[in-house]
């Protein structure tokens, strides 16, 4: 299972955080099972101290990889000094008072407190559950995370009340075979489930990048058409009015002849993150090529959408305390009508609004023209 989390590692088209922390705890678990098997042929050092060591220290690689996929970290010096303490209190068990029994409550009794803490980490972050829900790597996960904590739990517990549960996992009776089988898959399935969040990571990534702009951060042309679509769609159901505002920023070529195109960058960034904050968060900012940007203002008829654009025109140029020079807009806004036959002729109606707006001197807002009917109207995409 390590070595399958390792290639998957190197074969992962894009860094994933915490993968690398996952795959170290894998081989950890590796480590462990291999010098605990050993025990009748190495040192008990090597065999209890170390492999119980090793077993512990997965468990908190696996959760700082977890920490590390969502951006955040655990407090290592807390939990190496809880290592630390088991190992002595371990390496005591062994050679100055040896009790396998106290050895087995005090490190599965660990094991099973990190599996429930790390399964709630999970069930509990925020960036853990996108807008589809829980991914199935997180559910997976957790999921294996509870159960493997069960079965440690079960097991310090029957190694503390239970005159069988005195003896080593690799015993022959009946119920350490059920807990060796119970780890072995625990652990394979938890492999399992990080190369499944690492998989739902990379998507999420693909997919958002295929959607956005990568300067700007706005969404893309391909992402305007699908939501121009939709508005289309709907509109043509329920007659909702929505409104498309055009935003060109004035002489930006003589920004980047004056500044130089990464000034001149920031400015488009700036800029688009002002609009953002200016618009609801349902409305739809992207770019549409070079310093021309496209909102979709959802749900919105013109005398609201004017309000917007107007706010849009006096405080989306603001520059705050950013070094960036300084630089006007011109804006065209359309509202929807059903006698816009398609989304492009929309569209066009703010860029001939927008270009109004720049004949008549920039740093200004024009109104497009109503649409003019053309042939029979628009039949609806879907039955009313
Ligand atoms: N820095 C930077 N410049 C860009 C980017 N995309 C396009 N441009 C530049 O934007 C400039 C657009 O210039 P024009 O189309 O002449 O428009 P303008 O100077 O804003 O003039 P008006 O729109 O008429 O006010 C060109 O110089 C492009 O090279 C970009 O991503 N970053």
Request: aromatic residues 10%; charged residues 15%; positive net charge.
């Amino acid at each position: 299972m390590a070595v399958v989390l390792s290639l998957l590692a190197r074969a992962t088209p894009l860094p994933v955080p915490g993968l690398r922390a996952w795959v170290g705890g894998a081989w950890l678990v590796f480590v462990a099972l291999l010098l605990l098997g050993l025990r009748d042929w190495i040192p008990p050092i090597a065999s209890i101290t170390l492999g119980n060591g090793a077993l512990v220290l997965a468990y908190i690689v696996w959760l700082a990889g977890s920490a590390w996929h969502f951006g955040q970290r655990i407090d290592f010096r807390f939990w190496l000094a809880i290592w630390a303490v088991v190992l002595a209190v371990v390496t005591w068990f062994a050679y100055g008072a040896p009790s396998f029994r106290a050895r087995v409550v005090i490190v599965a009794g660990l094991c099973a407190y990190i599996g429930i803490y790390h399964a709630y980490f999970l069930l509990r972050h925020p960036r853990a559950t996108s807008r589809f829900g829980k991914s199935i790597g997180i559910t997976l996960t957790t999921s294996w995370l509870g159960l493997l904590a069960a079965v440690y739990g079960l097991r310090a517990l029957h190694a503390s009340i239970l005159p069988q549960g005195n003896s080593g996992l690799l015993t022959q009776d009946a119920i350490q075979i059920i807990y060796t089988s119970c780890f072995t898959i625990c652990n394979l399935m938890l492999v399992i489930g990080f190369a499944t969040m690492a998989s739902d990571y990379v998507r999420a990534l693909i997919e958002e990048r295929s959607i956005r702009d990568p300067l700007t951060g706005a969404f893309n042309r391909l992402a305007l058409r699908e939501s121009l679509e939709r508005e289309h769609s709907h509109s043509l159901r329920s007659q909702q009015k929505f409104c498309v505002v055009m935003v060109d920023v004035d002489h930006f070529k003589k920004i980047n002849d004056e500044h130089g195109h990464l000034v001149g960058d920031r400015v488009l960034v700036h800029l688009c993150e002002r609009m953002q904050t200016l618009v609801r968060s349902r409305d739809v900012v992207a770019r549409f090529g070079g310093e021309e940007f496209v909102i979709v203002m959802l749900d919105t008829s013109l005398p609201e959408a004017l309000q917007a654009a107007r706010r849009i025109l006096s405080e989306a140029t603001h520059l705050g305390d950013t070094s960036l020079p300084s630089f006007t807009i011109s804006l065209g806004l359309a509202e929807w009508s059903v006698e816009d036959g398609s989304i492009d002729a929309l569209v066009s109606r703010a860029d001939a609004a927008l270009y109004a707006a720049k004949v008549k001197g920039r740093n200004r807002l024009e109104i497009a023209e109503n649409p003019v009917p053309s042939g029979p109207p628009p039949v609806a995409l879907t039955p009313t």
